[in-house]
């Protein structure tokens, strides 16, 4: 899958995955620098975390200046003198703003929701703005570079909050920890930039890749204390109500009974009573453990579809049957953290 346009893809730190090529002494300078800032998901931005440079723009600036400043002593120009200290005034007025763009703001990311390997997440930084209204912050990842189409800007209203959202890219399974983020302004002339970085601790969990196409589900199994199947009505038709469990689909409600009465009750068939599909580790022996986990996946969603009560089977324990968003999610942690010990 190719990443979107402004997306960015973090490392793999898993032993047995694919790590980083050395890039040279700048990579590792910036690294080294970077790994020496705390990690935290609060970050208050004042004199000690806020840099400030002067922009090639504020360069050329500045030697124009010095131009008219002495082409004014040259010719002894009182104007001369005048325009050139009003525009350096206007410079030096114009560092102290763009500074206190960013000074005193407050920036939190939002936990964001797992995802599969190779897919995009989204992250969703908020920025807490307690004084005056403030414009053109951007916010991008450290490792993207600064032009127009990387990361986000937005303006804050005073005594309020905006939100920028990032992509980023986990190439494999398990949790990966957010890049260093860089949030940063010109305004308002663009002679001076002033930037913060900042290491969020909030992590991303990313799930197995399905395997793709999806391979068919393995065989249900007959419940433990199944009934003869002569006792029931073949085909799967209705035997019969029960209160409504959590994980019924809503095809499964009779709501009818409900209408009628108000109680939220359950169809209860052969085919949802009897049986019951088990995901286990085994039916995908042959392949390697990365490429198990992906079968599994895909076997979670095919089940889930179904709308089969469906367990797990890992060498390191095994979760019930059940289903559900929450019995997905839950199936599809255990396979991402899988081997991990986290």
Known sequence: M?????ATVPAASRSGRPRPAWRGPRTWLRDWWQSRLPLTDTWLLGQRNIYIL???????????VLVMLVASINYQLNLGYVLTFLLAGAALASMHMTHGMLRGLTLRPKPAPPVFAGAPAQVEVVLMNPGRARYAIVVRWADQPRDGRAGMAVDIAAQGQASATLGLVPPTRGWHGLPALIVE?????????????????QRVLAWPRPEQPPPPLPAAQASAGEA????RLPGGELEGVRPWRRGDTLRQVVWKKVAHSGELVSRETVAAGSRELWLDWQSAAGLDPER???????WVLAAERAGLDYGLRLP???????????????????LALWGDGA
């Open 2 to 6: 190719t990443p979107p346009a402004g």
């Open 54 to 64: 002067p922009t090639p723009s504020g360069l050329a600036f500045a030697a124009l």
């Open 185 to 201: 302004t010109g305004f308002p002339f663009g002679l001076f930039r002033a930037w913060t970085l900042w290491r969020p601790a």
């Open 228 to 231: 003869p199947a002569a006792q």
């Open 292 to 298: 198990r986990l992906e079968r599994l996946a895909a």
């Open 316 to 334: 390191d324990g095994e979760a019930a049957p059940g289903q559900g968003d929450a019995h997905r999610r839950a199936l599809l942690d255990r």
